[in-house]
């Protein structure tokens, strides 16, 4: 049963249709008098068996856009626009109906998986239990299910390990456990809050090459948030680039690494090092991300921007569709003016 078949399937019946559609998603918090704008008006949609690499600097809206699709913003919060599921619309759902979406529909993966994992229960007991919440399974069929699932993410010795501890794994091993209990649902949506930000750079490789046949075999749509560009390039299939709340630029991943239109995104891919790089110091975007009660008008990137023109500084541009062709668009005034 937990194969991913059920997954695949649903996916094809699903056909062309976007397994998420996101639009107008809005988070502010109120503060006294004023009202701060976390995330502001974005769109995107993700595809059964895709993954989308939203990326920024920390503060730039990533981790609440992803918290706000899993109904997981809380007061002084309030979530406004539309979030689709399957073709449901699920931001208007009671707490109630949220919490039981929640694991069955959509699954959720945090940066610390030490955190997810209660110490006191061995990994085998939490995951039959996560089973037995969803499905109607007798305790022999949950704990052969848990065993598939740890198979599933890669655990060796998946038998003997079910009955270990949290404690007993390593960092790597404790997320691949935690990306099972978030396939225990057989869920259309995974949203990945930079899954890969407390393990080491080897670890770190094998965990976005498993989230990446994870998508493909099951044909669960991705949300991987992650302020680290080089794991965006390896696994998602497009990127959209977050500033300050805001979209400014999308498109598939090869377009956006290898020819990136915002100078914002510009200034991402020049901080990135390479092997073939002789440089002796990286580039840097000068500046921080903007307070939320101090975000500049206009374009919200145009203190830091070493491109920006005067109609940067007064007036916001929009998402454009790349005139080039590319699938991608981006929200720059340098573009339309030359």
Known sequence: MRDG??????????GAAPALVV????VTFAAGRATLTAVDGIDFE????????LVGESGAGKSLSGAAILGLVDAPGRVDGEV???GRRID???????RRLRGREIGA??????????????????LAETLRTHFRLAPDEARREAVALLQEVGIPGAAARYSQYPHQFSGGMRQRVVIALALAGEPSLLVADEPTTALDVSIQAQIVALLGRLARERGMAILLVTHDMGVIASVADRIAVMYAGRIVETGTAAEVIARPRHPYTKGLMASIPSLADDRARLAQID?????????????AFHPRCGVALERCTRERPVLVADAAGGAGATACWRLEDG
């Open 287 to 299: 500046g921080a991300m903007p307070r939320l009660g101090a975000v500049p008008a206009g374009c």
């Open 46 to 53: 993700i595809a059964s068996g895709e993954v989308l690499g």
């Open 23 to 26: 639009r107008g998603l809005t």
């Open 84 to 86: 689709w599921l399957d």
């Open 92 to 98: 208007t759902l009671d707490p109630a109906a949220k």
């Open 5 to 14: 078949r059920d997954a695949a399937r649903r996916a094809t019946q699903r």
């Open 109 to 126: 993966i945090f940066q610390d998986p030490l955190t997810a994992l209660d110490p006191l229960f061995t990994i085998g007991d939490q």
